[in-house]
């Protein structure tokens, strides 16, 4: 018997997700002890597992970074606060390096994930928009590292334009996703097994 293995009695409803998700843990530890990993992981992130490529993983982490970068960049412009300053040199930075990866994925996804006429386009501009990101923020990087931004100027306008590019590129992949389906596996939800929170 695996010293792994364990088993609960008493659940009054039969669904506890914290126990099942605690056993996809177990099972995922016991097989990289055993040198096995292989089908482990799928069970204890099932929807990582199930994307199609990495790019919706990727792409939170640039919208983040670079978001924060332009709001403390800002904030720290107008309190004269270097330290915030600094801090949002980091943020940029960090937000570049995702950018790279992102662009990247996303590259492979285009390529990959079968879509209609009535997307491409929008594909199109999406990528587009994600390029001018990348460019951007490895301009305002290079500008950066070369010498210290003070007061403010077109480096603080090029920070904001970067910003309403991202919201535009976010908006295109969600329209993407949530409008068309593009990278989603449909589920059809029968009338008897629908569930509605109130």
Do not use: C
């Amino acid at each position: 018997m695996n010293p792994l293995s364990f088993y609960i009695h008493g659940n009054a409803d039969g669904h506890n997700e914290i126990l099942e998700m605690l056993t996809s843990f177990l099972a995922l530890f016991e097989g990289l002890t055993n040198g096995n990993s292989s089908g482990s992981f799928p069970g204890l992130l099932t929807g990582i597992a199930s994307l199609a490529n990495i790019h919706p993983l990727l792409v939170h982490f640039p919208i983040a970074f670079l978001s924060l970068f332009v709001a403390v960049d800002l904030i720290g412009t107008a309190a004269k606060k270097t330290e915030w300053r600094n801090f949002a040199s980091g943020l940029l930075y960090l937000g570049t390096v995702f950018a790279g990866f992102t662009v990247w994925a996303g590259f492979i996804a285009a390529d990959t994930v079968p879509h209609g006429h009535n997307v491409h386009d929008i594909m199109e501009r999406h990528e587009q928009l994600g390029i001018s990101i990348l460019a951007l923020s490895m301009a305002l990087t290079a500008w950066r590292l070369r010498r210290p931004v003070d007061g403010w100027g077109i480096y603080n306008a090029l920070t904001i334009i970067l910003l309403g590019v991202i919201i535009f590129g976010a908006d295109l992949g969600g329209l993407m996703v949530y409008k068309y389906g593009v990278a989603v596996e449909a589920v059809t939800v029968s009338p008897e097994d629908s569930h509605h929170h109130d």
